[in-house]
């Protein structure tokens, strides 16, 4: 069975950070690329950072560049996020996604919550 779960959200005020995780199963970990989304309420579900396999290449959204790190432990089979200097604007939850890239089959966990306010 495929699972992707996600955890270490919560409340953190403005200028703090979080770490994520999103721990997989059920499937080839190091084959797939992974993703970290978020979606704030009314708002369209926004890219944050991507991986790929085998953690040599990463991206990010030009509004986390210089404050989050995508990184990923393969042996662990674990995505993580760091996110530091967060703002009131990075309140969102947060899913990852795995993504097999040849055949482009997707895995999504079911999100964890940030919130970021004083």
């Known amino acids: 069975q495929v699972r992707l779960v996600e955890s270490g959200g919560g409340l953190v005020q403005p200028g703090g950070s979080l770490r994520l995780s999103c721990a997989a199963s059920g499937f080839t970990f190091s084959a797939y690329a992974m993703t970290w989304y978020r979606q704030a309420p009314g708002k369209e579900r926004e890219l944050v950072a991507h991986?790929?396999?085998?953690?040599?290449?990463?991206n990010y959204a030009d509004s986390v560049k210089g404050r989050f790190t995508i990184s990923r432990d393969n042996a662990k089979n674990t995505v993580y996020l760091q996110m530091n200097s967060l703002k009131p604007e990075d309140t969102a939850v947060y899913l990852c996604?795995?993504?097999?890239?040849?055949?482009?089959?997707?895995?999504w966990g079911r999100g964890t919550q940030v919130t970021v306010s004083s």
């Open positions: 991986i790929d396999n085998t953690g040599g290449s990463t």
């Open positions: 996604r795995g993504r097999f890239p040849y055949t482009s089959t997707d895995y």
